[in-house]
């Protein structure tokens, strides 16, 4: 009963703040919930979610997600992994270049929206003079408001934003791995490449594997940076899940919200328990 007692608070936040909300939010899912007629809430139970996949931007959007998470995760784990590599040997000022590579994560995701949406600018961006003054391009390019290059735009934000969640990750991974197994490995004649394949990666696996797990969640359900450069545009060119879901709050339509935010909370379910249950499997071997 003592340690009930200790925990009881503990509980009680979370049912307050967490699943009571979900509760109340998630009823609006089956019901046709408009902010511009409270006075009429009837139950049309899937009708929402009919709606949502009959509705031609379904499939972009879902879509867009897609290739928001693939083209984010991957280069943000391939640079991740590199950095790391570079940050696991010893060097004069290493901890001011760790401090320098992790200090974008403690950045707020909208802030770094923000800064890039100023940086693809079209006409005082950074990243137009950088291009012009090398010669890669002749004029400014409209990287925001062109819809086939808004969303590159927005993924090398997310790109630049993500690969300090790798660099963490896998130094703390790199720095477990016992030194005598890269002794053997040169013992044995094994080049880099080698030591790379057949020690560092098989080695770590676990951690690469479950990170990604984590960062697809991550990324799925991270609309900040897509919001604070584009919002969604232009014409819709950027939305993904979560960008849709608040656009539809937005527009006072909660019910649709609600029940966008029951798909999303799907998917992230199938990740998540895919996620725990090879963290049980790993603790366990």
Do not use: H
Request: hydrophobic share 55%.
């Amino acid at each position: 009963m003592t340690i009930l007692a200790y925990l009881s608070p503990a509980f009680i936040f979370v049912i307050i703040f967490t699943y009571y909300p979900l509760v109340v939010g998630g009823q609006m899912a089956f019901r046709k919930w408009s902010l511009w007629d409270l006075t009429s809430t009837p139950f049309v139970g899937l009708g929402n979610f009919q709606t949502l996949i009959a509705d031609p931007m379904f499939g972009k959007v879902m879509l867009n997600s897609v290739i928001w998470v693939v083209c984010s995760l991957v280069p943000q784990l391939l640079i991740g992994f590199l950095i790391a590599l570079g940050l696991r040997k010893k060097f004069r000022f290493r901890g001011l270049y760790q401090a320098v590579v992790f200090y974008p994560w403690a950045v707020s995701g909208f802030l770094i929206g923000i800064l890039f949406r100023w940086m693809f600018n079209s006409e005082f961006g950074v990243v137009n003079d950088l291009l012009m003054r090398i010669g890669i391009v002749s004029k400014p390019v409209p990287w925001l408001a062109n819809p086939d290059l808004a969303l590159v735009a927005v993924i090398v934000a997310n790109i630049w934003y993500g690969v300090t969640f790798f660099s963490i990750m896998i130094l703390a991974a790199l720095q477990s791995v016992p030194d005598e197994l890269y002794e053997a490995a040169a013992l044995d004649g094994a080049g880099r490449w080698q030591t790379l394949t057949r020690v560092t990666i098989p080695t770590i696996r676990s951690t690469l594997v479950l990170t990604v797990l984590l960062r697809i969640i991550w990324i799925f359900n991270f609309p900040d940076i897509i919001y604070a450069m584009t919002g969604g545009g232009p014409g819709d060119q950027t939305q993904i899940a979560t960008t849709w879901m608040i656009q539809y709050t937005q527009q006072g339509e909660y019910g649709l919200a609600s029940a966008l935010g029951f798909i999303i909370m799907g998917v992230l379910v199938v990740f998540t328990g895919m996620y725990l249950m090879l963290l049980n499997r790993e603790r366990t071997s």
